[in-house]
């Protein structure tokens, strides 16, 4: 009896603890989303870097990218790869394929905003908190169900102002990487770092008008990117 006493005890323990993760990760998230909504034009710098999961001391890969955000209208660049969110519309550009991307599915283009933490939370199952000196590692993991995220859980570092300064994506799918001239399938890790937070710089990263022309129902690329193949989805 008392063995089993134990396990109900701990099972509840247990539950107690996610439930107290939970509202702590919920408290933190509102904080930091107060520290950005309050600085109503702002950008920063990113550094995203690709793991073996098997293997975190050597990067497989790595790009530098920026984002900016100003109102509602956000932009970020990785690579060769713009995102533009300008209110309900938004635009993806990859310049190595010469295409772009053209929606106003609001769930697509949350899901490119690294800020934007709530279109993550409700995907998982299990929070978990961690207070370090310089602020807190917050982990969500064991999706709910079938899922559309390309990763099976996520790691964000937010330090003690609030601001993000660290994310790490545990990739659904295994990656091909070149081991001793061969190609093999591994896990991998997405990092992506966040510094440099300063004024916004830009106004032509955030004007829609910029990337595409619109003509009634009629969405085509302008400008620059008037060559591009365009994909309305």
Known sequence: MKKYSTIILLLFVGFSLTAQDQEKFKEILTKTKAVYKNKQAFEFDMNYTLYKASDLNKAQESYSGVYAKKGDNTYSKIGAVEYLQSNSEFVQVNHEEKAMLYTKNSEYAAMQD????????????KVSVKETATGW??????LKGVSQLPFAKMEITIDKNYQIRKQCLYLVQAMEFIDKGKEVLEPAILEIKFSGLKAFSSEAQLKLQEYIQKSGASVKPT???KNYELVQV
């Open 114 to 125: 690294p800020l934007n933490l709530d279109s993550f939370f409700d995907f998982f199952g």
């Open 137 to 142: 590692t917050c982990e969500l993991s064991e």
């Open 223 to 225: 400008g620059k990117y």
